[in-house]
């Protein structure tokens, strides 16, 4: 066994610090890293199952030119030679990247440097644009800077947390179980503020379920309230905030309690509970994702929040923030670097005297000069033919746009795409003319920045299989071919650490608070043994804000008209994240563990719809907006509002043929950010019927194309299940069966089939399909792929002495699934969440599923209540 290097985790903003042991040539043992401000030791369910991300499977390890395996510098020299040959003939700004907040900051350092100051366009921006740039654009505004002024130790001095329009539950569950931790020894008072009533609810003191869109009205009326109450701070206003000219007087007007309640589609009362309890606790941190940012007023919401803490003085002091959470392991650090099409670079825009000084310092022929376009403009630009050569990297555009289906238009239109990607084959590489194989996480070797700009190693534990390549090799590869090799003269990320720290603090008086000069002059072994470290203090802890004034300043927001529902899409679709799935799952779907939470794409609808749609639980739907339209599982659930359904963003066509999110958000962006509006689209509803329904199991982890309506895969030990139904004949599945022995049993009048094949003596392959009957629970046949001798009972789908359906898995580290929590809840009488604990082992571990036990021990108590009432009536 190899010694363990310190790392940090691969997917979201916490952050979290890794601690990695090597047990073999692509085997990991992953622990949490005690020593990381982060998480001290602790990881959630996808940090703890990284280690079964790391294998091969589906890896891109040789530069491709179409289907053509080709050596390094004949893929190289074509990429430099096409967008050459593309600007010379129509200008800088007909080619663009198009890169990601999972790039490492020495990877997005030297990609915005190659276009911005030797392309000569600022055609970058980054998927970070669908994820943050509300926040920036937000930040910017109020502060002269985008500067997050808080971190996490905020959360723990603070009294009161408000989470609005973030699931923080499942998308940042170490910063959430943080929260818990503090509730439990302090009594902090926890609010969540979103339309639909999440895992992120179960521990929180009140919830308000809002009209979507509405978070204007909310905070308006909480500050028209406030300043009604006298409850502005007056003096810090008076020595650091400007207000613009009738500021208060345009909260003075319909910003009362009734009139903000009937906005936001709330309960007064409720409201008022909020409102009492903002005031009543000064030390308030509010910390806001996606349900704030991805919207077409995004950018008002955003300063709608700040404006809040502005008024109040809440910033700047321990326990008081406004902290907008960010998504991606590197959204900060692509923020750092200037990695998006609006800003230029180390926290600078694009005024002349910025573009000089970054042109001096990068001794740059062609600066860009003005900004790029931002991502949905960029793709509407590729497919109407002003941009002729994209080079993408490290983002799933095909999928995560929204409007997909045009953006794949255009990626089909455009004459030179190149995708670095891990992955072979993903819904973007399937555009590619070049693929060029990146490293993966376990062998990425530079920094990040989590959301409280603490700066963290990436560690590299793995070699590079096949001829992978960092990102920042690659792209300083093509900047040396297209002609500038002095300036791309970079050995390691290290070389390109030092310039990036230096450019911070390159004619940096203090007008910028981004500045890394005192980690630039590092040696090569320092930078290897860097600790983690955050910058910028605690921001505005003196009053200062960087802008022209020193001043910071508020922002006069209205709340933007909310339509009525539409007659042809009388429903609103809102969009977002699962707990154990990343994105576009093409490393998180690798892991067998983490399917088993959600193993089919759903669409939540509220009941009383579902009955107004004739629609019951497992039945298919299909979910249309005027944009495309894709079919998902129901589920039924009363955390949505009437009228609201909502879908999640993970699955590909890789993976499945429905669930395709991504074809439905209207391409629709804030004015200010180009942030789309993903949250809220107009959309109807309507059952799929089929005649038959099953399932295949199949061993290896070749995907297979199953030729039917439904058919939704996920990676199992051993094997992949695939959840199958259509219409018509069921025997052309067959097809996907491996050759070897069979062993069927096919009731044509029942319209039943089941096949197994056995190759070798151990399973191979698995088919069973009903026309009317039930289908056996999946688990014992799944674990047949990893048994060796298979006997002739295998079609009965259960093994002597076998274990009851243990249900939908709900804790993914001991494999405990929801029939096994109830029985256990309602026989050993366990009053709460540590005692399911004791009982079973569920939430010991990560903890992530802890706010699904609280749910679950309160839907059974519920349910048990009622019995004995109806138990008592009798
Ligand atoms: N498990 C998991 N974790 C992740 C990720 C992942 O893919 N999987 N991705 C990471 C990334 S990149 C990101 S950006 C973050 C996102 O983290 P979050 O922002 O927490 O996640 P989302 O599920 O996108 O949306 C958050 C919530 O906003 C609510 N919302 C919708 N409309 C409104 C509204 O009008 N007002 C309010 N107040 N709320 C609204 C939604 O109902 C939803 O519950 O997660 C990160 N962490
Ligand atoms: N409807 C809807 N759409 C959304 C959202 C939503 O809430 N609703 N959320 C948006 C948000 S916030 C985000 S952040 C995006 C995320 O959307 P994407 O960025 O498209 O999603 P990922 O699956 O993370 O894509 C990352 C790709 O990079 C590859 N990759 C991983 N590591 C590396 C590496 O080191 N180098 C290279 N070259 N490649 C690598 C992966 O294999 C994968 O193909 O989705 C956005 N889209
Ligand atoms: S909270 Fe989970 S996914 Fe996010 S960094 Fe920590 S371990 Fe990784
Ligand atoms: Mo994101």
Redesign the pocket.
């Known amino acids: 066994m190899r010694e363990a290097v310190r790392t940090t985790c691969a997917y979201c903003g916490v952050g979290c610090g890794i601690s990695a042991t090597p047990t073999g040539a692509r085997e990991v043992t992953i622990r949490g890293d005690e020593a990381h401000p982060a998480n001290a030791g602790r990881l959630c369910s996808k940090g703890t199952h990284l280690g079964e991300t790391v294998g091969l499977s589906g890896r891109l390890l040789h530069p491709m030119i179409g289907d053509k395996r080709v050596r390094w510098d004949k893929a190289l020299d074509l990429v430099a030679k096409r967008f050459r040959d593309t600007i010379a003939r129509h200008g800088p700004d007909s080619v663009a990247f198009y890169v990601s907040?999972q790039l490492l900051t020495e990877d997005y350092y030297v990609a915005n440097k190659l276009m911005k100051g030797f392309i000569g366009s600022a055609n970058i921006d980054t998927?970070?644009r669908?994820?943050?740039s509300s926040a920036v654009a937000g930040h910017t505004r109020a502060f002269g800077e985008d500067v997050v002024p808080a971190g996490y130790e905020d959360l723990d001095k603070a009294d009161l947390v408000v989470l609005v329009g973030s699931n923080t539950a499942w998308c940042h569950p170490i910063v959430y179980q943080r929260i818990q931790a503090a509730r439990a020894e302090r009594g902090t008072k926890l609010i969540v503020i979103d339309p639909r009533r999440t895992e992120t609810c179960e521990g929180a003191d009140l919830h308000l379920p809002l009209r979507p869109g509405s978070d204007v009205a909310l905070m308006n009326g909480l500050l028209a309230w406030l300043a009604e109450q006298g409850m502005v701070d007056k003096a810090f206003m008076a020595a650091h905030v400007d207000a613009p000219e009738g500021f208060w007087e345009h909260l003075a007007t319909g910003h009362d309690v009734w009139t903000t309640a009937q906005t936001c589609d709330l309960d007064p009362a409720l409201l008022l509970q909020f409102y009492e309890m903002f005031a009543a606790n000064p030390r308030t941190v509010t910390m806001f994702s996606?349900g704030i940012n991805q919207s077409i007023r995004g950018t008002d919401q955003v300063n709608a929040i700040i404006n809040l803490h502005l008024a109040t003085g809440r910033i700047g002091q321990p326990g008081a923030a406004p902290f907008s959470i960010t998504?991606?392991p590197n959204?900060m650090g692509g923020r750092e670097v200037g990695g998006l099409a609006s800003t230029l670079a180390a926290h600078m825009d694009f005024a002349a005297e910025n573009v000089a000084r970054v042109g001096r310092f990068w001794a740059a022929p062609t600066m860009a000069t003005k900004p790029g376009l931002k991502a949905v403009d960029l793709f509407r630009a590729i497919g109407e033919g002003r941009i002729k050569a994209l080079w993408v990297m490290a983002t799933n555009p095909a999928v995560s746009l929204p409007d997909a289906g045009n953006v794949r238009a255009a990626l089909e239109k455009c004459p030179f795409v190149v995708v670095s990607d891990v992955i072979a084959n993903t819904d973007t590489t399937a555009y590619a003319h070049v693929r060029l194989p990146a490293a993966a996480w376990g062998e990425k070797d530079g920094t990040v920045t989590n959301s409280e700009r603490t700066i963290s190693r990436q560690r590299p534990f793995m070699a590079l299989p096949g001829e992978a390549k960092p990102d920042w090799w690659i792209v300083k590869e093509v900047g040396r071919r297209m002609g500038w090799g002095s300036a791309f003269a970079y050995d390691t990320p290290a070389d390109i650490w030092r310039e990036h720290a230096r450019l911070t603090g390159y004619q940096n008086d203090g007008a910028r608070v981004l500045n890394l000069a005192a980690h630039a002059a590092i040696g090569n072994l320092a930078y290897d043994a860097m600790e983690p470290f955050r910058w910028g203090g605690t921001p505005f802890a003196d009053g200062r804000f960087p802008t022209p004034s020193g001043r910071a300043r508020m922002v006069k927001v209205g709340q933007m008209d909310l339509q009525a529902p539409l007659a042809d899409w009388p429903l609103t679709l809102n969009t977002g994240r699962y707990r154990d799935q990343w994105h576009t799952m093409t490393r998180t779907g690798l892991a067998p563990k983490l399917a088993r939470h959600r193993e089919e794409p759903l669409v939540e609808v509220h009941p009383a719809d579902a009955l107004a749609l004739d629609l019951t639980d497992g039945d298919l739907a299909r979910v249309s907006t005027p944009q495309g339209n894709s079919t998902f599982r129901v589920q039924l659930s009363d955390g949505q509002r009437p009228g609201e359904i909502f879908t999640p963003i993970h699955w590909t066509d890789q993976i499945s043929t429905g669930g395709r999110t991504g074809l439905l958000p209207r391409p629709l962006v804030d004015p200010h950010s180009g942030q789309p509006g993903f949250k809220s689209t107009p959309a109807a509803l309507a059952k799929v019927e089929t005649e038959w329904k099953g399932f295949l199991i199949l061993r290896g982890d070749e995907p297979a194309r199953v030729p039917c309506l439904w058919a939704t895969r996920v990676a199992v030990p051993g094997g992949a299940l695939y959840e199958i139904a259509g219409n018509g004949d069921a025997a052309r599945i067959e097809a996907c069966l491996p050759k070897g022995e069979r062993i069927e049993a096919i009731d044509h009048t029942r319209g039943s089939r089941r096949i197994a094949v056995i190759v070798e003596g151990r399973l191979a392959g698995v088919l069973f399909v009903t026309r009317t009957g039930l289908l056996p629970s999946r688990d014992w046949l799944i674990g047949q792929l990893a048994a060796g001798d298979v006997g002739a009972t295998v079609l009965a789908a259960r093994g002597p002495g076998s274990q009851p359906d243990k249900g939908a898995t709900v804790c993914v580290c001991f494999d405990i699934g929801l029939n096994q929590i109830v029985a256990a809840i309602r026989e050993q009488a366990l009053v709460d969440v540590p005692a399911i604990g004791r009982a079973l082992g569920a939430g010991t571990n990560c903890g992530s599923c802890r706010p699904a036990l609280a749910k679950i021990l309160a839907q059974t108590n519920t349910a048990q209540a009622n019995e004995e009432v109806l138990d008592a009536a009798e």
């Open positions: 907040g998927n970070s669908l994820c943050m996606q998504g991606q959204a």
